[in-house]
């Protein structure tokens, strides 16, 4: 019996198989890095999935090692999003991870690689990341491979299925034995949020993303105030699923320098704490708090006072970002 629902760590599974047993997958994904990572001499490789990090205590997708006489020579670290975005300062917590490899094994021995389908587009802040493979590349690699003859019955049946699971990642083959993201659960609780929206904030529009079962956030598209600057912030809300707090964000991308400068600023930053100025990674985020909400159409009703709340923090983003939007220019030039 198959999995009725392709997640993400389906595809941790699949890399983790494949980079550990298949030279020939191992030299592929190695030669779609070749122009930013070269591979340590006289070195083993080692594959292992949620490994722990240098700098945090978080978990990194993968990570595969170059070893030599025991020593860690070189690192690829790979982060997979099939259908969501980036959690708050992810992807500069990857840069920071990179950089501490960088200083033990040289700059050219350690980088970061995202693989995604191409139709994820909730990925944002991709700078962080050395490379980014599409599962879609996979697909084509794997399908030439059967394009040799000498193949065993086995291997080419083994290699069949898993087009077919990488396939529905991506969305496609619907009558395959995976149902791929999106699953019905996540699109009625958006299709309900989206309905909020345009009741209440008629304004604002939510950007077009996959949707599995727990969605954490939505980002929003041509907001007020978002075109009449010389630079473009993003605005998120994260619903929490089970966090009792969670956030709606303003974030300006490499700006995380002048937190100081914006928090000094004359009026810029309420005194009563109602909207929060910080430093996540190598951003500056403008935050306000809102109740954490549970992403289950079934109990969307009982949480609308909580949903209402994260749209009014949003509209507050938005005004505070078109009130203040001359001071907020020239602070930004000198990012």
């Given at each position: 019996m198959?999995?009725k629902?392709?997640?993400?760590?389906?595809?941790?599974?699949?890399?983790?198989?494949?980079?550990?047993?298949?030279?020939?997958?191992?030299?592929?994904?190695?030669?779609?890095?070749?122009?930013?990572?070269?591979?340590?001499?006289?070195?083993?490789?080692?594959?292992?999935?949620?490994?722990?990090?240098?700098?945090?205590?978080?978990?990194?997708?993968?990570?595969?090692?170059?070893?030599?006489?025991?020593?860690?020579t070189?690192v690829?670290?790979?982060?997979?999003?099939?259908?969501?975005?980036?959690?708050d300062?992810?992807?500069?917590?990857?840069?920071?991870?990179?950089a501490?490899?960088?200083?033990?094994?040289?700059?050219?021995?350690?980088?970061?690689?995202?693989?995604?389908?191409?139709?994820?587009?909730?990925?944002?802040?991709?700078?962080?990341?050395?490379?980014?493979?599409?599962v879609?590349?996979?697909?084509d690699h794997?399908?030439?491979?059967l394009?040799d003859?000498?193949?065993?019955?086995?291997?080419r049946?083994?290699?069949?299925?898993?087009?077919?699971?990488?396939?529905?990642?991506?969305?496609?083959?619907?009558?395959?034995?995976?149902?791929?993201?999106?699953?019905?659960?996540?699109?009625?609780?958006?299709?309900?949020?989206?309905?909020?929206?345009?009741?209440?904030?008629?304004?604002?529009?939510?950007?077009?993303?996959?949707?599995?079962?727990?969605s954490?956030?939505?980002?929003?598209?041509?907001?007020?105030g978002?075109?009449?600057?010389p630079?473009?912030?993003?605005?998120?809300l994260?619903?929490?699923?089970?966090?009792?707090?969670?956030?709606?964000?303003?974030?300006?991308?490499?700006?995380?320098?002048?937190?100081?400068?914006?928090?000094?600023?004359?009026g810029?930053?309420?005194?009563?704490?109602?909207?929060?100025?910080?430093?996540?990674?190598?951003?500056?985020?403008?935050?306000?708090?809102?109740?954490?909400?549970?992403?289950?159409?079934?109990?969307?009703?009982?949480?609308?006072?909580?949903?209402?709340a994260?749209?009014?923090?949003?509209?507050?983003?938005?005004?505070?970002?078109?009130?203040?939007?001359g001071?907020?220019?020239?602070?930004?030039?000198?990012?």
């Amino acid at each position: 019996m198959f999995d009725k629902s392709v997640r993400e760590r389906d595809l941790d599974h699949f890399l983790l198989e494949e980079l550990s047993a298949s030279r020939d997958f191992l030299d592929y994904l190695l030669g779609k890095v070749s122009s930013v990572f070269s591979v340590p001499p006289q070195s083993t490789v080692h594959v292992q999935r949620s490994p722990r990090r240098l700098t945090d205590n978080r978990q990194t997708d993968l990570q595969i090692s170059f070893v030599n006489h025991e020593e860690i020579t070189g690192v690829v670290v790979i982060e997979n999003k099939v259908t969501d975005g980036f959690q708050d300062g992810q992807p500069e917590a990857y840069g920071e991870e990179i950089a501490a490899w960088q200083e033990r094994v040289g700059q050219e021995h350690a980088i970061a690689v995202l693989v995604s389908p191409r139709s994820n587009l909730a990925v944002q802040g991709r700078e962080h990341f050395h490379a980014v493979i599409h599962v879609e590349e996979i697909v084509d690699h794997l399908a030439a491979r059967l394009k040799d003859g000498i193949l065993s019955v086995e291997l080419r049946a083994r290699l069949k299925i898993k087009i077919e699971l990488l396939e529905a990642i991506c969305g496609k083959r619907a009558n395959s034995r995976w149902n791929p993201e999106p699953i019905p659960e996540r699109l009625e609780f958006h299709r309900l949020y989206e309905l909020m929206l345009r009741e209440l904030a008629p304004e604002l529009r939510v950007k077009s993303s996959g949707n599995g079962i727990k969605s954490n956030t939505r980002f929003f598209d041509n907001f007020p105030g978002q075109r009449e600057l010389p630079f473009s912030p993003e605005l998120k809300l994260a619903f929490g699923h089970r966090k009792l707090e969670e956030h709606a964000t303003l974030q300006f991308k490499r700006a995380g320098d002048l937190v100081e400068a914006v928090r000094a600023a004359d009026g810029l930053v309420p005194q009563d704490g109602s909207i929060r100025v910080e430093k996540s990674g190598t951003s500056l985020m403008v935050r306000v708090v809102i109740p954490g909400t549970d992403p289950d159409p079934a109990r969307f009703e009982e949480q609308r006072e909580k949903l209402i709340a994260g749209i009014n923090a949003v509209k507050l983003l938005c005004e505070w970002l078109l009130r203040h939007k001359g001071t907020l220019a020239e602070i930004m030039k000198k990012s």
